[in-house]
């Protein structure tokens, strides 16, 4: 049973909008999110974070929005640039730090087209 | 510091070898975990160490499966014997825990014909 859910496998924008990627988990205990970005032949890269305590934490270009009624979240990239085409993972946990094992959804495949 | 650093980058064995991956965690990270990434499954968690000691390894798939962590500079997961299904890219990641998130090896990439 997936409790991070990333239903776009894919996700295509051209360069210079907005870039949204969608994620929803099931587990209500969960209180801490991340989001990872990973290139091909890397490991996942931390992005950005959020705690439950909070709906939106904003990072230059990277902002997530958490609605937690909704148990969603989202990532939003503006504007999108040539780099930011990777793969960007979902996760989250209990534990507020990361101590109990981050659970990642299955991840967006994000291309920005010129 | 170099990050945590797996090895080896690519291992290709027969079915029913042993197959040991191995991680070198940031110094002083008291965390450590072994993901696995498969195109069905995404990222899973397969066990997971603290200061040394195995915590949850509710994830790891089988028997087969086997991981430790003799000091806090390196871990092993080990395969044996090794089934063509265990074919997916392993990932070591090591924590502080603090809010900047886990930091990841680059992974091996395990293929078993």
């Known amino acids: 049973d997936q409790q991070v859910k990333q239903n776009s496998p894919s996700l295509s924008v051209q360069e210079g909008r907005i870039s949204i990627l969608n994620c929803d988990y099931t587990?209500?205990?969960?209180?801490?999110f991340l989001w990872y970005k990973k290139y091909p032949a890397e490991g996942p890269t931390f992005l950005i974070s959020i705690s439950s305590i909070k709906d939106k934490n904003e990072d230059g270009r990277f902002t997530v929005f958490l609605n937690k009624s909704a148990k969603h979240l989202s990532l939003h990239i503006v504007p999108s640039q040539p780099g930011d085409s990777a793969v960007y993972f979902c996760?989250?946990?209990?534990?507020?730090?990361?101590?109990?094992?981050?659970?990642f959804g299955k991840g967006t495949h994000l291309i920005i087209q010129p | 510091d170099a990050g945590v650093i797996q090895s080896p980058r690519h291992e290709v064995t027969e079915m029913g070898q042993e197959v040991t991956l191995r991680c070198k965690p940031i110094?002083?990270?008291?965390?450590l975990f072994w993901y696995r990434q498969t195109m069905m499954r995404g990222l899973e968690l397969l066990i997971y160490?603290?200061?040394?000691?195995?915590?949850?390894d509710s994830g790891m798939p089988e028997d087969r499966f086997s991981a430790k962590m003799p000091n806090a500079s390196f871990s092993t997961l080990k395969i044996q014997p090794s089934e063509p299904r265990d074919s997916a890219v392993y990932f070591c990641a090591s924590s502080l825990f603090t809010s900047s998130g886990y930091t990841f090896g680059s992974g091996t990439r395990l293929t078993v014909v």
């Open positions: 160490f603290n200061n040394n000691v195995p915590i949850d």
């Open positions: 587990n209500s205990m969960f209180d801490y």
């Open positions: 996760a989250a946990t209990t534990s507020g730090g990361g101590a109990d094992g981050l659970t």
């Open positions: 110094s002083g990270h008291d965390y």
